[in-house]
């Protein structure tokens, strides 16, 4: 049996990055937390137990971190860490409230419709660049479809969104596992810098020309003093909230898309029934969670799973391996949106649960609802091609044809 250390060094190898699940059953095989040699690697334990993980994600005595340093020169580190993302309480909360206020129930229901109708148009554009059966990357499609709701939602204008890809790709590159090279860096910290200016730019814009949409709202409470929050931490919270959006969400759609063509009766399924959609996205999120490192450090000691994890150690959790844990899903490894429990950690859990799951799950149950009605003959044209994250697990291409 190979040790957690070796386990680890192998997620992050080429074949680990590609194709984590029989090393997230290594790990469940030693136990839900699992101690690394000490001094061997900058964490002390990879936490992989369903239960343990929910605990762990929910204690707020194991802190967020992005750099040890409280003031980094860097400037990437610096926006990240002027976001709701990597704060703690109480400026997490202060924070977070300013985007809950904006983002509630009513105002995400009402925008469902558009999400439909945004869904109806690119697929679309999908068929069009499709006709006669040519080859598309469906990739595309996942790309755009995040990026133009989130857009539509704060007021982007569509010309601008094909920008972010790049450089949000850039940042999420730095923030993976053996991210931190001088390059890597260098092309985050550029990356920071031109997304820092964009929304300071939009921030601007909105005073000179109040508009009616989510950042106009949120420039009108900054500006009456109303808000908690100042200019930077606005721009620094817009930046984290497009970033977190669409590389999370396009990677639910090109990892679902690609389980369900694996089993045409799904595809039946789905095309009969547009409802089993919902399912469908939770069953893919449980199945291929889309984030899949959460690192956190013990402000002091703690006990989880009957190890003691001593104050300052850092703790990697894997909510990927937690959904695939046995000991909470029997038979974890099938894809089967009809099992009786469909939880899964893929949007975290407790006072850091992602403000943006209820659209997300919006946007997923859109595209697979529409998806095969649209297209029945839909195909994969050739092997969908993974992307090298490990951080964030989804595809760089996944070439189809409509039918
Ligand atoms: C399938 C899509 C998505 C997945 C899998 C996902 C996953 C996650 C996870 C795991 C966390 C918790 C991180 C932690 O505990 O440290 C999180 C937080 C967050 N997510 Fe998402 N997310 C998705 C979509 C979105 C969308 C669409 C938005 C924006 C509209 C968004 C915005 C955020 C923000 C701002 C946070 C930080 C919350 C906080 O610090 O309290 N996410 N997300």
């Known amino acids: 049996m190979r040790t957690a250390n070796e386990i680890l060094a192998a997620l992050g190898s080429e074949d680990g990055r590609r194709d984590p699940m029989p090393l997230f059953a290594e790990l469940h095989r030693i136990g839900p937390v699992c101690r690394l040699a000490p001094g061997s690697s900058p964490y002390a334990v990879v936490v992989n137990g369903y239960d343990a993980a929910q605990e762990a994600l929910k204690d707020t005595r194991f802190h967020r971190l992005l750099s040890a340093d409280p003031n980094p020169k860097e400037l990437v580190l610096r926006r990240l860490g002027g976001s709701m993302m990597f704060r703690n309480e109480p400026d997490h909360l202060r924070m977070r409230k300013v985007f809950q206020a904006v983002l ?29 059966r040519k080859v598309v990357d469906f990739v595309d499609f996942a790309y755009r479809l995040p990026i133009t709701v989130i857009g539509t939602f704060l007021g982007i204008p569509r010309s601008d969104l094909g920008w972010f890809r790049d450089r949000t790709q850039r940042i999420d590159e730095y923030l993976d596992l053996g991210g931190k090279a001088p390059e890597k860096l260098a092309a985050a910290n550029q990356a920071a810098g031109e997304l820092n200016d964009y929304y300071a730019r939009m921030i601007a814009e909105r005073r000179i020309r109040p508009r009616d949409d989510l950042v106009g709202s949120l420039v009108h409470a900054l500006d009456s003093g109303t808000s908690g929050i100042d200019e930077q931490e606005l721009i620094d919270n817009l930046l984290v909230l497009v970033n977190a959006s669409f590389v999370t969400t396009m990677n639910l759609l090109t990892n679902g898309l690609e389980l369900l063509l694996n089993q045409s009766r799904l595809v039946d399924a789905l095309r009969d029934d547009p409802g089993l959609a919902s399912d469908c996205v939770e069953e893919i999120l449980r199945h291929q969670s889309s984030v899949q490192l959460i690192s956190r450090k013990a402000s002091t000691d703690i006990e989880l799973a009957g190890e003691t994890i001593t104050e300052g150690s850092l703790v990697l959790i894997l909510p990927g391996a937690a959904n695939r844990d046995p000991a909470k899903h029997p038979d974890a490894d099938t894809f089967d949106p009809g099992r009786d429990d469909l939880q899964h950690l893929s949007f975290g859990a407790g006072p850091f649960y992602c403000v943006g799951a209820a659209l997300a799950r919006m946007e997923g149950r859109a595209a697979f609802a529409q998806l095969f009605q649209r297209f029945p003959g839909l195909q994969l044209a050739g092997e969908p091609v993974r992307s090298r994250s490990l951080l964030l697990r989804g595809h760089q291409s996944m070439p189809i044809r409509m039918g």
């Open 104 to 132: 509630t129930p009513r105002r995400l229901t009402g925008f469902e419709p558009v999400v439909d109708a945004l869904t109806e148009e690119l697929l679309d554009e999908l068929g069009k660049g499709g006709a006669d």
